[in-house]
């Protein structure tokens, strides 16, 4: 009987170092790549779940997967829906005899892959979206240390060299000989161009896609920026203050393991520095959430998250209106929220200090605030987004119980001259009224 099978791209929108796309087309007869939207609800007024940037930036990636499969006498077929629904579906009309695909450990994802497995398919599975893999960790993954610091001191002691990525695919089994159009109904909007976008992802060079990622992660080493990232990653605005690779990360477009096999190999013929070494620093932080999942799952999802103390939020539905439209009167605060309204990027030092406002000057609901950028932000990946929030929140892991910024001072270190409000100043938001 021949090996009919379904490979369901998730975040991984990749042919390089995708080992579990590898072995899909190694272990089949017959193979169909299919990409499932989901159904984007409204969560706010106008306002999707998948906003407007994040939503141009997947259709620009789709796009080049799409282009790579067809160079392999393949294709991609999308659909929308409950993605089990969707999968049986196909399944049922080509026979299919196993499903492949990327595995995500957050809540929703889990639930969708017991779903798959409840169609009684053959379903296989692959982790790939960290830099370090898990087996190689010197503890168990639901064992590891709480703390950061101790979590990255194992591992720096353990000296675990990053394997190189794996080679992408050079020829894909034949589609199924019934032909499937790709049939969904995503609102499209071609973004806002906006000539301070830190992540101007209309412009060629910041496309959503594998090429875009590769080319501007070769650029990145070419322009030897990794020397002085961390002199300037905490700028609030600009294209190379730091290194722009999360949009591409957050849908797999680009391995967190290639970047890191590439970076180890620019500094063995560059020279390492503190810079250099600190990209790998900021990577591990994306495995470091990643791993808590597995030690902590749905508990980073509740209101308390891992918390033991109870905890009170007087959440005000206004003042977080406020906040998410850019009318708090801070300007600052107003300004960041602005950017990320109309660009869908906010760098790292105006995210901390426009969450820190929400939670401790507004009071208002952490978890609101995560779902809030979830909808913007055009790299929101899962476990970084919620481990940041419940880590300024005070609710996850950080020693320290949580971390307030106090925004003058913030202004004073990273705006002296106000040209970044300044300039957020002169857009407002005007989300529609439903
Ligand atoms: P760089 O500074 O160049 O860092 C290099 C890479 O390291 C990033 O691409 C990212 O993969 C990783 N990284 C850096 N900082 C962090 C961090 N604090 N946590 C986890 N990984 C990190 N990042 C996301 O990718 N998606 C999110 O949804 C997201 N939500 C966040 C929410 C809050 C409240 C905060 C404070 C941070 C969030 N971050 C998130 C982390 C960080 O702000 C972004 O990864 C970073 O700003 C992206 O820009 P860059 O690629 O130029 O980062």
Redesign the pocket.
């Known amino acids: 009987m021949p090996n009919i099978t379904i490979y369901c791209f998730r975040n991984d929108l990749r042919l390089l170092d995708n080992p579990a796309f590898l072995k899909a087309s190694t272990d089949s007869d017959i193979l169909l790549p299919i990409f499932c939207h989901p159904n984007n609800d409204l969560i706010y007024r106008g306002i999707r779940r998948i906003g407007i940037h994040r939503q141009a930036f997947l259709r620009q990636a789709l796009n080049q997967l799409k282009i790579n499969l067809k160079a392999l006498n393949s294709d991609l077929i999308e659909v929308q829906g409950n993605i089990d629904n969707q999968i049986k579906k196909i399944a049922d009309t080509i026979g299919a005899t196993k499903i492949f695909f990327e595995k995500i450990i957050a809540p929703e994802e889990l639930e969708q892959e017991k779903l798959i497995r409840d169609l009684g398919i053959p379903v296989e599975t692959f982790w790939q979206s960290s830099m370090i893999d898990p087996l190689e960790l010197p503890f168990e993954p639901h064992d590891m240390p709480d703390i950061f610091t101790e979590f990255r001191r194992q591992i720096e002691s353990k000296k675990i060299q990053v394997k190189p990525p794996s080679l992408p695919p050079s020829k894909l089994p034949p589609l199924p000989s019934k032909k499937f159009e790709s049939a969904y109904n995503v609102e499209y909007v071609e973004g806002i161009k906006n000539e301070k976008s830190s992540f101007p992802y209309l412009e060629n060079q910041f496309l959503g896609g594998e090429k875009t990622a590769l080319a501007h992660f070769e650029n990145y080493l070419l322009k030897k920026l990794p020397h002085s990232?961390k002199k300037t990653?905490n700028q609030l605005f600009g294209i190379d203050?730091?290194?722009?690779?999360?949009?591409w990360?957050?849908i797999g477009c680009i391995s967190?393991k290639h970047i890191a096999f590439k970076l180890k190999e620019f500094e063995d013929q560059f020279g390492a520095n503190e810079s250099s070494y600190w990209?790998w620093f900021?990577?591990l932080?994306?495995d470091?959430?990643r791993f808590l999942h597995f030690k902590y799952g749905k508990n980073l999802y509740i209101k308390n998250g891992l918390n033991k103390n109870p905890i009170h939020i007087n959440h005000n539905e206004n003042k977080f209106e406020a906040w998410i439209n850019g009318n708090t009167g801070n300007q600052l605060i107003d300004a960041g929220m602005r950017e990320l309204f109309f660009t869908g990027?906010?760098?790292?030092r105006m995210?901390?200090i426009v969450?820190s406002y929400l939670i401790y000057d507004l009071d208002c609901d952490w978890r609101k605030?995560?779902q809030w950028?979830?909808s913007q932000?055009i790299?929101?990946?899962?476990y970084?987004?919620q481990?940041?929030?419940l880590?300024?929140a005070g609710n996850g892991t950080d020693p320290r119980g949580g971390r307030r910024f106090n925004t003058t001072k913030q202004n004073l270190e990273h705006d002296p001259s106000d040209i970044y409000k300044n300039f957020w100043k002169k857009r407002s938001i005007n989300i529609p009224e439903i």
Do not use: H, M
């Open positions: 990232y990653r203050f730091s290194t722009k690779f999360s949009p990360l957050s967190a990209i900021e990577l932080w994306r470091y959430f990027y906010l760098s790292n995210r901390q969450t605030g995560a950028f979830e932000l790299d929101f990946d899962v970084s987004n481990g940041n929030w880590y300024i």
